[in-house]
């Protein structure tokens, strides 16, 4: 029973670039979400996805785009990265009435 | 919308002294509340959720919260602390109903000193 899966786990960027985060969850949750992580800010969700084909802005939501391509796939897009967007990315999911569960993370690095 | 405040940023405590992390939240409707735990350098892991029913709740490596409903706090405790439990500690909050956004607070970093 893998949980939540995240890829990749390192990813360093060029300014202007763009990249793709990936998630999947295989516990069958209706909820996805996407947090990033920088030191002394806790966790600030980016996007949040109700169900399949919903997505709905976070906390911190401008410079990322997001799609929810089925049930099982939620991903997170920069489409042209900045040094601002220097963080840990952590990908979760939950049920109807549980607690979410998370994936290892994502350590970008922008330069 | 929901709110958590994490009343420490930092908590330094000596090993085997008790110790309580606070946090207070803001919701104008009934929300399920949670603990979580960060190792270095790891993704996060459940301590203990209050969903509804008694309101002190039991979790794992000891710890414990009490959900005080007219104070809208749910302070973590633990009576006697380890090396191992040095992390950081989340508070996060979700609706019961309507959209289930989960926010988290901003994190208390526990420093158990020997």
């Known amino acids: 029973n893998a949980g939540v899966t995240q890829t990749p786990k390192f990813q360093v960027l060029k300014t202007g670039q763009s990249m793709t985060l990936q998630c999947a969850q295989d516990?069958?949750?209706?909820?996805m979400y996407w947090y990033r992580q920088d030191p002394g800010m806790g966790l600030r969700l980016i996007y949040y996805?109700?169900?399949?084909?919903?997505?709905d802005k976070g906390e911190v939501p401008n410079g990322y785009n997001v799609s929810r391509l089925n049930k099982r796939e939620f991903s997170l897009r920069l489409e042209s990265a900045a040094p601002s967007q220097t963080s840990v990315y952590f990908c979760a999911s939950t049920g109807t009435v549980t607690e979410a569960f998370f994936g290892q993370g994502t350590r970008l690095t922008v330069v | 919308a929901q709110s958590v405040t994490q009343l420490d940023s930092q908590v330094p405590v000596f090993e085997e002294a008790p110790v309580e992390l606070r946090c207070n939240y803001s919701?104008?409707?009934?929300?399920?509340l949670f603990w979580y735990v960060q190792y270095p350098n790891q993704g996060l892991q459940l301590l203990l959720k209050?969903?509804?029913?008694?309101?002190l709740v039991k979790g794992i490596n000891g710890f414990e919260a009490e959900f005080n409903k007219s104070q809208t706090s749910f302070h973590l405790r633990k009576p006697s602390v380890h090396i191992s439990d040095t992390a950081e500690y989340f508070c996060?909050?979700?609706?019961?109903?309507?959209?289930?956004?989960?926010?988290f607070g901003q994190g208390t970093r526990l420093t158990i000193n020997p």
């Open positions: 209050y969903l509804s029913g008694s309101t």
């Open positions: 516990m069958n949750h209706n909820s």
């Open positions: 919701s104008s409707v009934s929300v399920y």
């Open positions: 996060a909050v979700r609706r019961i109903q309507g959209a289930q956004k989960l926010v």
């Open positions: 996805s109700a169900s399949e084909g919903t997505t």
